[in-house]
């Protein structure tokens, strides 16, 4: 069942490749890999639930230690069972929702950038560290070239990790920046509830 992802950056997980894809910088949108991702996306929407739904077996398949960020699969061992839950759709569902949100901002970047930037903020709340953001992006692209047929190319391979590493970019600029509020939040309310030690002086 393996997939394999050419190139650098949004590699099936391993440590080389995530470094890779890190010492990269930040990704670049050409005007033409947005044209092909919009093309592309035509065909694929049209298959949302059942790419959600691989895109996440995929995922526990492969890096089973995902499931410790997602309460409700934590403890389901049968991947079968995963196929057919419908928690497991809905939440595939909302993955794909916000990547159709971001193929039609792709022409308003700044746009995107304010979605990505939210999304990135919620997965701290939600307890869902960075390094999990990538492992999604491999996973989509595995599941939607057997949809894709012979449409998919190495361009348009190329097209969608660059926008994976555009976006889980800036989600991680999102996660960091609301851990350094949270921080500065607590830091601030502990200094306030400690006793001012020169008004207890004798």
Sequence with gaps: ????????????????????EDAEGPACLTPRHIHLIKESWKVIQEDIAKVGIIMF????????????????FRDVQDLERL??????RAHGLRVMSFIEKSVARLDQLERLQTLALEL???HYRYNAPPKYYGYVG??????????????????LEQAWKTLFQYVTGIMKDGYLEEERTKRNLASLTATKERPDKRNNMI
């Design 83 to 88: 196929r057919t839950s419908r928690e497991l």
């Design 1 to 20: 069942m393996g997939c394999a992802i050419s190139g650098s950056g949004l590699t099936a997980g391993t440590q080389e490749s995530r470094n890779t």
């Design 57 to 72: 077996v995929r995922l526990f398949e492969t890096h089973p230690e995902c499931k410790d960020v997602f309460f409700l």
């Design 138 to 155: 491999a996973e989509f692209i595995c599941a939607v070239q057997p949809i894709l047929k012979d449409r998919w190319t190495a361009e």
């Design 120 to 122: 990135g903020k919620s």
